[in-house]
């Protein structure tokens, strides 16, 4: 049954992580996708990029929600299974903490993403229609908030490879 309990939250861990790192490596290369083009509003472009992009925090935070409950399961199985918490070698808790520090970072990211850069350039781009030229200083600002964004997606993508490549570590440490 332990082995049975410990799968089930691997496969939904693992899920969540995929979940959790396509966002940002995604809205990273759509963004860096659509800069290769004039820094003007190409409306029809900009309005299917903006709800692919504004759509993809809920799912992050869904999956987060889900990586912390299934990490931290993990001890408790072995802890309900064997009445003790699993030993750690020295580079099990560095990568736990490292881990963990990456973790953090990614809620920090995701959470200025969900609730500064995404209402501003929701704002932003609600200004803007098919029809008539925007107005230049808007243009620009919506632009550069972007390439904010983008900034931060690549940062977050970053975090997300060390939480998988830590996540290896602690399955064997």
């Excluded at 992580?17 to 190409?42: F, H, L, N």
């Excluded at 969900?114 to 929701?122: D, G, I, R, S, Y």
Aim: proline share 4%; with cysteine.
């Amino acid at each position: 049954m332990e082995e049975l309990t410990y799968m089930f939250l691997l496969a939904t861990h693992n899920i969540a992580a995929v979940a959790c790192v396509a966002g940002p490596y995604y809205m990273a290369r759509i963004t860096t996708a659509r800069s290769r083009y004039e820094k003007r509003i190409i409306y029809d472009m900009d309005r299917l990029m903006e709800d692919v992009i504004t759509s993809q925090p809920p799912i992050c935070w869904a999956a987060l929600i889900a990586l912390v409950a299934t990490g931290f399961s993990f001890p408790a199985v072995h802890y309900l299974f064997h009445g003790a918490f699993k030993g750690m070698t020295t580079l099990g808790w560095v990568s736990l903490g490292m881990k963990l520090a990456a973790v953090a970072g990614m809620v920090t990211i995701i959470y200025w993403g969900t609730f500064v850069f995404n209402p501003k350039l929701k704002e932003l781009f609600a200004r803007f229609n098919s029809v008539e030229h925007p107005d230049p200083k808007l243009e620009g600002e919506f632009f550069t908030l972007r390439a904010r964004r983008r900034f931060w997606c690549e940062r977050c993508w970053n975090l997300g490879l060390v939480v998988l490549i830590t996540s290896a570590i602690l399955r064997w440490s």
